[in-house]
């Protein structure tokens, strides 16, 4: 009996990138990007890709598209039972829904308004919550509300202006505070190349540090080391960690390119390209 073939994108990289082309700054029209997406399905690196990230607001307008979505609620909690009860009217698979507390004075109460509206809309899906800020003990106290109510944490590493870009060390301390709490956490923005770089304007996090840094945290290594390998900048020396929890908690990250992912994993040697194989 001839054993199956080895997939072409095997773990850890299966479902790691969340194709969020329709955002800044890629800022993709909303039909070319769903078109994009379907035909993505018949390339080799197709099972890179988990879900389609779009607005609630967008949800009207993919009426009939097949693939899965992950919803940003675009408002407060009270937004979100109209859009998935939309989603489900019009037949779409919602996989995610993504929201980011809005009153920064009052996490802890912020995260349980959230909560009681998921519960009350019926959230059967991941909920994933972006707690703004750097890991106060506000910031944590939300974090430990967010764990104890099974929800998962959205951290957002990137921003248009350069100036907002969290550093190392905050990013170290937010994962290994996910970590301490065992729950899961999906990053968000300037995440689309594998290796720190310095794009004009400032330093940009690369998705490849920060499953290693994960991996570092939950091997029991200091938020100090983790910030080291954040901001590691030698790619064949992050080719070369072992990943093999990283993905338990690190379950994706928002990319507006899907492309720059590919290339990055295949020029380390992390993925291969059959097509340019001799």
Request: some cysteine; hydrophobic content about 45%.
């Amino acid at each position: 009996m001839t054993p199956d073939p080895a997939p072409l994108v095997s773990d850890p990289w299966r479902g790691l990138v969340d194709d969020a082309a329709i955002f800044p700054p890629g800022d993709a029209p909303l039909h070319e990007a769903t078109a994009a997406f379907t035909a993505r399905r018949e390339e080799w690196y197709a099972e890179l890709v988990g879900t389609f990230v779009l607005r609630d607001t967008d949800l009207p307008l993919v009426r009939g598209f097949g693939g899965p979505l992950s919803v940003v609620v675009t408002g407060g909690a009270g937004q979100l039972a109209g859009p998935l009860g939309a989603a489900a009217r019009l037949g779409l698979h919602v996989a995610a829904v993504e929201i980011a507390l809005r009153d920064p004075d009052d996490l802890v109460a912020n995260v349980r308004r959230v909560d009681a509206a998921a519960r009350a809309a019926d959230v059967e899906v991941p909920l994933f919550i972006e707690v703004p800020g750097p890991a106060t003990p506000s910031w944590l106290a939300a974090a430990d509300e967010v764990a104890a109510l099974g929800h998962r944490l959205k951290l957002r590493l990137g921003n248009v202006d350069h100036a907002l870009v969290p550093g190392a060390p905050t990013v170290a301390a937010w994962v290994d505070a996910a970590l301490d709490r065992e729950t899961p956490f999906k990053a968000t923005a300037g995440l689309h190349r594998a290796v720190r770089h310095d794009p004009e304007g400032g330093g940009a996090h690369g998705f490849l540090n920060l499953l290693a840094a994960t991996q570092l945290l939950w091997d029991g290594g200091s938020v100090a080391e983790a910030t080291e390998v954040l901001e590691q900048r030698d790619g064949a020396a992050l080719a070369a960690t072992d990943l093999s929890s990283a993905r338990r908690w690190m379950t994706s990250f928002g990319s507006c390119s899907v492309t720059e992912p590919r290339d990055d994993l295949t020029a380390l040697g992390l993925l291969t390209d059959p097509t340019e194989q001799p």
